[in-house]
């Protein structure tokens, strides 16, 4: 009996690979981020008991909230976009930008998933921490803070 060629699962069932993603800041695609974190949408949850129910709580849905700062990280580059950007604020000019964080599809290289943060600003930059003895990467990191976060696909818009 001979192998099959064919993959027992189809590409669009995989989960889709963290590394391929562009970071867009105001619409333009920002260059070499190795790593965003706290795209995050939490929901606070209400609990409280009812007279007679003894077997369980009564849980409702209450506000919603973004509890972590959005984490943008690149390795340090000739762009100080990121600096000059915390720096107006530290000058208390205080600029909101919209940033888009894309996911791409790893079989056609196209977009196939955008989060859409609305109205960041910057609240820390962190530089490089320098070490004689390693050949690290210098990386530098902006936590903002933001108004909004969306999500969507290509076969949602």
């Known amino acids: 009996m001979g192998i099959d060629s064919k ?6 069932k995989d989960p889709y690979l963290s590394y391929r993603f562009h970071v867009e800041i105001d619409g333009l695609v920002s260059c ?11 929901t606070e949850v209400e609990t409280f008991r009812e007279g007679g129910t003894n077997l369980y709580q009564q849980e409702l849905a209450g506000a919603s909230k973004f509890p972590s700062k959005l984490v943008l990280k690149r390795g340090l580059a000739d762009a100080d ?12 000019a205080v600029v909101r930008k919209n940033v888009s964080i894309l996911l791409l599809d790893p079989a056609s290289d196209q977009e196939h998933w955008r989060w859409n943060i609305r109205e960041a ?14 050949a690290e990467i210098a990386f530098e990191s902006v936590d903002l803070i ?12």
């Not at 600003?121 to 390693?134: D, I, Q, Y």
């Open 32 to 42: 070499g981020f190795q790593e965003v974190t706290g795209l995050t949408l939490e």
């Open 81 to 92: 976009t990121l600096w000059v950007w915390y720096e107006g604020v530290l000058h208390g």
């Open 146 to 157: 933001h108004r909004g976060l969306l999500y969507s696909t290509l076969t949602r818009r």
């Open 121 to 134: 600003c910057p609240v820390k930059w962190t530089g490089p921490e320098f070490r004689a003895g390693s």
């Open 7 to 12: 993959p027992s699962r189809s590409l669009q």
